[in-house]
């Protein structure tokens, strides 16, 4: 009998355009090879070129639905993106609470990187004081650690402040990331047997306009690493090389900002056995 693999659980927005969201999170899972499930939260109108109109799902609807798929799957992983809104936000931290579950990664999604709120403000309370203290690792970029602190974020050194204000904030761990500075910087924070620790994982920025989903691509890569027992490190830096790659193979869609190829390695499979001689032996 072939193994299952290990279970995925997205709790996140829908993104028509595949590029974010729920969709973009299944296929980052499938290419990670482990099995997506997913609850919605909001529904949005947006497509390559921005969010026009966000619809958050009932709070009990996402209630009934993680413990429907809780009661049915053993999860191995959780990703959370966005939530947009305080009961939705609330709804989450009493299912995870009372779930148990391990591996929880929170993307603290807040805005959309057309500048439009992801979030209302009693869902950013609940971020900080109830999910941030679940997780076993955030993973905000630059500007969302800047919304979460109140600190100014923008360079390495004031990364490794915000971290450790996050820290103080009850986060585990955290990864800053760093994806619009001027060089790709990762910040990874963390304790572990001898402390307090802080690595640094730097690449060279890719000119590209397909960089619509990084974050989620990212967090959501972490967590199937972590769903197959890697470490955080190594769980960091996988995703990092993963998104970098995503981002290399995307094609030219839409009029906006375009996705990043979420399944590039499928299609790089397929051209490998196309182009196999022995294929036609």
Known sequence: ????????????????????????DVKTIAAHGCYGVGCITAL????????????????????????????????SAVHI???GS???????????????????????????????????AAGAR???ERLLPLATVITPNIDEAADLTGLSVSNLEQMRLAATRLHAMGAASVVITGGHLEKA??????????????????????????THGTGCAFATAVACHLAR???LPEAVLLAKAYVA???????????GVGPVHHLYRMHQQRRVVINDPKATD
């Open 126 to 128: 609940f971020l900080v």
């Open 44 to 75: 949005t109108v947006q497509s390559t070129a921005g969010v026009r109109r966000v619809e958050t799902i009932s709070p009990e609807t996402v209630t009934d639905t993680l413990e429907e798929l809780r009661s049915d799957l053993e999860i």
């Open 185 to 210: 910087i990762d910040l990874l924070s963390f304790t572990s047997r001898r402390g307090a620790e802080q690595e640094v994982f730097k690449s060279d920025r890719l000119k590209s306009n397909s």
């Open 245 to 255: 790659a995503a981002i290399a193979n995307a094609h030219p869609l839409g009029r």
């Open 86 to 120: 305080g009961k939705v936000a609330r709804a989450v931290a009493n299912f995870l609470e009372k779930a148990g579950l391990g591996n929880i990664v929170l993307d603290p999604v807040i805005k959309s990187s057309s500048g439009r709120d992801l979030i209302d």
């Open 1 to 24: 009998m072939v193994p299952s693999p290990p279970v995925v659980l997205t709790i996140a927005g829908f993104d028509p355009s595949s590029g974010a969201g729920v969709a973009a």
């Open 81 to 83: 993106g966005m939530l």
């Open 229 to 231: 027992g890697r470490g």
